[in-house]
């Protein structure tokens, strides 16, 4: 059987059978080095056949080579709003057990505009609060974890540029670990490409990304069913998850992947305007796998 058909039958299987109970850290499917390949395609003109895309920018990869299959301004650096936050919550995978227990500390809630309303002095697991934040993007929760991980929010930031540089992700600075808008931020849609397909190898996180709501437990026993924020997942039945984003600077952005037919791909959409963020995704999906 070729490497390509083993490691989409591993993604299959896990998706299928991961639930929250299980481990978070199970080992990685096998996977080639998280290397995109030289672009097929002329930096800025579009794929054969590909659909036309209002996104500002914007790139289809397969997840299993890395290979590039669309792409429109992909190396233009600009804001990814919430996007960044797959960055933020690999580097908590790596940082060390997703069970070790969190506090929170009143400087973790002083952010707007997305929130989970965690309160100082609660307790949770760092499971829990990256699940929060990949589903419903909680700003609060991305401090939490940023604070927790390296001592303090600079500190955090730190590891986040030196691990996106690790990705290979040459093109990119960050600044904060939510993605609120802050001069000097930024990334691209090729940078996010390559930081999702890494993103792509942790079972929990593609859990997580393609939940589309859960109930969320505070410690007093009181519940809030958090909404998954990326509209795909009810567009397209075979639509993997993975990430949305907005702000002013940034515009609609969202990063999604999906699994059909033999083949597994990601999108990335950034700089649109409403609704054609969803349309654009929706549109490069479906001409990377139907």
Known sequence: MKLREIVLISIASILVACSPAQDPRPTPPAAPPVVVQPNVVSPNLPSLNAPSVQAQS???IDTITGRILFQKNARTPRAVASTQKLLTALCV????????PVTVQAADTRVEPSKIYVSAGESYTRQALVKALLVRSGNDVAKVLARDVSGSEAAFVNYMNQTARSLGMTQSNFKNPHGLTEEGQYSTALDIAILAREVTKIPFYRQ??????YAFQYPDGRTKTLTNTNKILKRLPYCTGMKTGYTSAAGRCLVSS??????AVIVVALGCKGNAVLDDSEKLLKWALE
Do not use: H, Q, W
Request: proline content about 4%; glycine content about 14%.
């Open 58 to 60: 914007a790139i289809v």
């Open 93 to 100: 995978y790596r940082a060390g057990p997703l069970s070790d």
């Open 208 to 213: 997580c990304m393609r939940t589309k709501e």
């Open 258 to 263: 999906g699994v059909l037919n033999g083949k």
